[in-house]
């Protein structure tokens, strides 16, 4: 491997680390397209070489999240156990099917997710010039729902290399109504067991080229804390938006790779 492409990965990182950190999403939407796109990889191989950058990643993005907001760990804990049983189950599927069947389901589950922020987001404006009555509360985001998500999770994790989280946070964040950062920290906890798991059964598979992983994983570790950081400064309507925004993109890439 050249010392050029390190430098790439190391600079790919670093952006992806970063946008990763606002977004609460540990990178990996961005790179698995990046990586079939610019390196020619495969759906599987690209997802199991993404989980090696996204692995360490979320593991720093929780520690900076929990430094702005103390988690719930009773609550993260009982996703995270729901989560990694299927998290295995969903790999094992993703690498039983063609790579193109597989790219275009994740583009599908990311489009409908980002329609979904879509309209958040805009709910979200309307509510701001229009009176409503009050709303009815809020059920509680207790540690057996939590269990129940990360089972759903956990299944989509497996199954697109990434992707818990991107489902967890608008259940989070519309159900439970939680803030967007509790929502987005609240997720990556939750995925941190299932994607070790995924990680490991997609390397055991031969689907995770560390030579290309390990390089973006140190770039990004680097960035995470400062988008953190702005993920804390930034409106709530706003992030919600970059956070649509950027599904919408994932999709147009992966739409164009197909």
């Not at 790439?8 to 950190?21: D, K, T, V, W, Y």
């Not at 990996?28 to 397209?33: C, N, Q, R, T």
């Not at 430094?67 to 998290?87: K, M």
């Not at 997720?187 to 290309?212: E, H, R």
């Amino acid at each position: 491997m050249s010392l050029l492409l390190i430098g790439l990965c190391l600079g790919a990182g670093c952006l992806i680390g970063f946008m990763g950190g606002v977004l609460g999403i540990g990178g990996g939407l961005i790179a698995i397209p990046a990586l079939v796109l610019l390196m020619g990889m495969s759906q599987q191989l690209a997802q199991g070489t993404a989980l090696i950058m996204v692995l360490p990643t979320i593991m720093m993005a929780v520690r900076k999240y929990n430094q702005q907001t103390r988690i719930d760990r009773r609550v993260a804990l009982a996703g995270a156990a729901g989560a990694v049983v299927f998290t295995w189950v969903g790999a094992r599927l993703a690498l039983g099917i063609d790579s193109g069947v597989l790219r275009l389901s994740f583009a599908v589950f990311l489009f409908f997710i980002a329609l979904f922020y879509a309209w958040q987001t805009w709910r979200a404006g309307r509510a701001r010039h229009a009176a409503r009555p009050a709303d009815r509360a809020a059920p509680v985001f207790t540690p057996r729902r939590a269990t129940l998500l990360g089972v759903l999770c956990g299944t989509l994790g497996g199954f697109f290399g990434v992707g818990g989280a991107v489902l967890a946070v608008p259940i989070i964040t519309s159900v439970f109504r939680l803030p967007q950062t509790s929502a987005q920290a609240l997720a990556l906890c939750m995925v941190i067991p299932g994607s070790a798991v995924a990680l490991v059964t997609y390397s055991w598979a031969g689907q995770a080229a560390w030579l290309v992983g390990l390089p973006l994983a140190a770039g990004s570790l680097l960035f995470v804390p400062v988008g953190v950081r702005l993920a804390y400064r930034l409106p709530e309507r706003k992030l919600r938006a970059c956070f649509a925004a950027m599904l919408f993109a994932t999709v147009a890439l992966l739409i164009f790779e197909s």
